[in-house]
Nanobody, 120 residues
Framework: QVQLVESGGGLVQAGGSLRLSCAAS????????MGWYRQAPGKQRELVAV???????NYADSVKGRFTISRDNAKNTVYLQMNNLKPEDTAVYYC??????????????WGQGTQVTVSS
């Protein structure tokens, strides 16, 4: 089994910053793409940012220039640095990882989610 544990969410004023972390553990043979999604109340879950194992990135247009995704492959961890936060960034943020596992083969895993609230 593979587990993703997120941390770093919280309450921040508009214009502030937060850094999310997501650590993967378990029967991991290879971590492929890792990324962040978010879901605001009444809305569908949407991609925020994703990074492949070799460092290629993709961002939602709404966060380009404000958010930065990074990863530490030695620690099986992905980060999301969020700057200049806006109230519309308020959502539950979920970590996602494409994992090749010794026990279950290749599949997607999700973290439990961490709340980010941006006050105006």
């Amino acid at each position: 089994q593979v587990q993703l544990v997120e941390s770093g969410g919280g309450l921040v004023q508009a214009g502030g910053s937060l850094r999310l972390s997501c650590a993967a553990s378990g029967t991991i043979f290879r971590l492929n793409a890792m990324g962040w999604y978010r879901q605001a109340p009444g809305k569908q879950r949407e991609l925020v940012a994703v990074m492949t194992r070799n460092g290629s990135t993709n961002y939602a247009d709404s966060v380009k220039g404000r958010f930065t995704i990074s990863r530490d492959n030695a620690k099986n961890t992905v980060y999301l640095q969020m700057n200049n936060l806006k109230p519309e960034d308020t959502a539950v943020y979920y970590c996602n990882a494409d994992v090749t596992s010794w026990s279950t083969g290749r599949r997607d895993y999700w973290g439990q989610g961490t709340q980010v609230t941006v006050s105006s």
